[in-house]
């Protein structure tokens, strides 16, 4: 399809995200304004109890074909019934429009707003190109068979739904191509070794060199910089750099990619190989047409799970935050990374056109109204003109806002936390891993868990990773080396950790607690006790990490073993970490062999007791695969 044919209305979406009693929020992405209706629908007697227009003036155009749709409606909604909605425009509703978004049996899309929490699907780490399985596809074909009542009350996606900073070549390419179909903007750039968008695209090193382009700079004195003291650094620390996105347009692009199997049919996938892998007059090196032959198959597997995905977020209320990929590896990681990436206005730019993406593609549905009238015309500014200057403003308005956390009122109490923006920075050093949220940040948790009496809480990193990485971690930040590895955790700061310990040794929060967690790429569960404490609080750790993604094997199984030899809950050791006032027992996977550490794609699947305690803790892998994590039988 050719960008002067005519394009499907819907791009994107729609997206079910935020529904309670009182507001519906559906996100999509069309080719044009949505003038259309929305309508609601009591599955029971077939009766239409809601309908409201699209509101314009709230939709963003943020190229030639392209309209961010971020519709609230607000009223009296039925709740814990059988609903259906659907989206009536000229060109049709929505089982004409998409007529694959519908299970069996369907007119419309049936879901239903339920005011409990006690069975979620969550999750994190979706890589296009990871080899492995897209577990979202296993989710959507569970989720067909089941009844309106069987169904999860929500999906919990806690950071990196997209890999702005480990792109694929024929993804890289399938995004340009998309950009230029949808006419999205062009832009320009300040202190950078191109000078615009078009420029980039056209670029000789485009394709798998743009670590060459991104920007790079002087580490603070260690040994090494005394040896060399002319050895710059990149900024942007991913390994696999290659390819990361810069524009807003790609990121854009990059969201459309990965939740829309319609945007693929608006592209040639054989596109770089047709033109004999010339880029910008030159050709690609041999290992580098090789890598996009190697990642072409899984690319295509990608895509082909696309439908199911679009139809399981189209059904299920979908939550979001964000973690490092979804902008950068390593984002705000360390204090010299900030200071080094937002003194520098291209890394500056990038990162913050990563930001209005998430914005608009992830952030504005989970909470609305946390999102003021000044953004909105901040937005509109940029994009009906296009300018440097309005560009920057959006970007500094976003640098500056502390709404990105939520809670979901439902029951348990769903409490979200931005575990990227708001760091407890280390005064100490300047390569020291920040604490992933500031004491400010850490009290205003608090409060929202007091008087609670069962609480779910959505964190990017897990709370309580696997000791001996984190013993790895450690050493790695002593060495002065913490981006190496990723020395992100939450006991990597003493000041953030000791309050976050304190928070769950507070007598009036709750009883239960149940934390999801991503990030790893690997799945785990623990029970923890406090240890000093005979009414200790029941605490829950669980990690389901990536939907489509693993860690490298042997590395993962030998720090299983080591972690499973040196730090059980009765451990010396133990008194040697800042957790030392809990107890951590690690609940064994129902698989062969003695592994707690799952390391396959997967999405998580939890079920709570009436009192917020975990029933049933299960992934479903990619390969559509249930590994149930029982009980621990020894009394805790």
Request: with cysteine; glycine share 4%.
């Amino acid at each position: 399809m050719t960008a002067n044919s005519a394009l499907p209305l819907i791009l994107a979406g729609p997206i079910l995200r935020k529904t309670t009693a009182n507001e519906l929020v559906i996100w999509l992405v069309t080719s044009q304004p949505l003038q259309a209706t929305f309508e609601l629908y009591d599955e029971a007697n077939q009766g239409l109890i809601h309908q409201a227009e699209f509101d314009l003036s709230s939709q963003l155009q943020v190229g030639q074909h392209a309209h961010v749709v971020c519709a609230q409606f607000k009223g009296e909604f039925p709740t814990n019934i059988a609903l259906s909605y659907d989206i009536q425009t000229a060109q049709g509703r929505l089982a004409d429009l998409i007529p694959e978004l519908l299970y069996q049996q369907e007119s419309r899309p049936v879901f239903k707003i339920s005011t409990k929490a006690d069975y979620l699907l969550h999750g994190s780490c979706r890589n296009p190109h990871h080899p492995s399985k897209d577990a979202l596809v296993q989710a959507d074909l569970k989720v067909a068979k089941q009844t309106l009542e069987q169904r999860p009350d929500m999906l919990m996606m806690s950071g990196d739904q997209i890999y702005a900073d480990h792109v694929a070549g024929p993804m890289l390419d399938a995004i340009h191509q998309v950009i230029q179909t949808l006419g999205l903007y062009d832009e320009q750039f300040t202190d950078a070794p191109i000078s615009s968008s078009q420029q980039l695209y056209s670029h000789p090193w485009c394709y798998y060199h743009r670590d060459k382009l991104l920007p790079t700079y002087q580490p603070e004195p260690r040994l090494l910089n005394r040896l060399f003291p002319h050895v710059q650094e990149p900024i942007f620390s991913s390994r696999e750099a290659e390819n990361h996105l810069i524009s807003f347009s790609e990121f854009f692009a990059m969201y459309l990619m990965v939740w829309s199997p319609t945007v693929w049919q608006l592209v040639n996938l054989n596109h770089l190989a047709d033109n004999n892998f010339v880029q910008g007059g030159e050709k690609l090196s041999a290992a580098t047409q090789n890598n996009w032959h190697t990642e072409k198959p899984i690319i295509e597997q990608f895509v082909a799970g696309l439908g199911n995905s679009q139809r399981l977020m189209a059904h299920i209320p979908t939550y979001m935050i964000f973690d490092d990929h979804d902008i950068t590896d390593d984002w705000n990681l360390t204090v010299g990374w900030e200071k080094a990436a937002y003194e520098n206005p291209f890394s500056k730019r990038i990162i913050g056109n990563g930001l209005v993406a998430y914005w608009l593609c992830q952030g504005w549905g989970n909470e609305p109204d946390n999102f003021t009238s000044e953004l909105l015309a901040l937005a509109k500014r940029y994009f009906s003109s296009q300018s440097t200057q309005s560009h920057d403003d959006l970007i500094n308005y976003l640098y500056t806002f502390e709404r990105w956390h939520y809670t979901i009122d439902a029951s348990p109490k769903v409490v979200v936390l931005d575990t990227r923006t708001r760091r407890w920075r280390s005064e100490s050093r300047m390569n020291k891993p920040s604490g992933l949220m500031d004491w400010e940040a850490l009290i205003e948790f608090q409060q929202e868990l007091m008087h609670q009496d069962k609480v779910i809480i959505i964190s990017a990193a897990p709370m309580f990773g696997v000791k001996f990485i984190e013993a790895l971690q450690k050493s790695m930040t002593i060495l002065g080396q913490p981006l190496l590895i990723d020395a992100e955790n939450w006991m990597a700061h003493p000041g953030s950790a000791n309050t976050l310990l304190s928070i769950f040794t507070h007598t009036k929060t709750p009883t239960n607690f149940v934390i999801l967690s991503g990030d790893v790429h690997y799945s785990f569960a623990y029970d923890i006790k406090l240890r000093f404490r005979k009414s200790s609080p029941n605490i829950f750790q669980i990690t389901c990490s990536g939907f489509k993604n693993q860690f490298p094997e042997p590395l993962l199984s030998a720090c299983d073993w080591i972690d499973q030899a040196i730090y059980s809950p009765r451990s010396p050791l133990n008194f040697f970490t800042k957790r030392k006032r809990l107890k951590v027992y690690k609940r064994d996977p129902d698989t062969e062999g003695s592994k707690r550490l799952v390391n396959t794609s997967a999405i998580g699947e939890l079920k709570l007791d009436s009192h917020g305690k975990p029933s049933d803790i299960s992934i479903l892998t990619g390969e559509g695969k249930q590994v149930h994590f029982p009980p621990i039988e020894q009394k805790l």
